[in-house]
């Protein structure tokens, strides 16, 4: 059985840091795309960053240059570092597996989701 299971989130002023983990089990890494997704209140679950099909990393543009995804598969751990954080960046996170493969790290992609970690940014 899957299972990813998020922390790390809470509450930080605007310009602060947060580091995302997501410990996974039921799957290796390396045989999954896997990434982080968000969802602010009243808009969609969007792609923050993935571990594509490919073997690339998918950044969308909002959060180029400020976070950075990184894996630990001894851990079998997902991280997301976010670093000069803005309050548009408040959201629910959640991380994700995809079965069928993702090369642009799209939601419809992913079949496995955790339950999410609550991040706010206070400006």
């Known amino acids: 059985e899957v299972q990813l299971v998020e922390s790390g989130g809470g509450l930080v002023q605007a310009g602060g840091s947060l580091r995302l983990s997501c410990a996974a089990s039921g799957f290796t890494f390396d045989d999954y795309a896997i990434g982080w997704f968000r969802q602010a209140p009243g808009k969609e679950r969007e792609g923050v960053s993935c571990?594509?099909?490919?073997?690339?990393?998918y950044y969308a543009d909002s959060v180029k240059g400020r976070f950075t995804i990184s894996s630990d598969k001894v851990k079998n751990t997902l991280y997301l570092q976010m670093n000069s954080l803005k309050p548009e960046d408040t959201a629910v996170y959640y991380c994700?597996?995809?079965?069928?493969?993702?090369?642009?790290?799209?939601?419809?992609?992913?079949?496995?989701w955790g339950q999410g970690t609550q991040v706010t940014v206070s400006s």
């Open positions: 994700a597996v995809s079965y069928s493969g993702s090369y642009y790290c799209k939601k419809t992609d992913f079949g496995s």
């Open positions: 571990f594509t099909t490919d073997g690339s990393t």
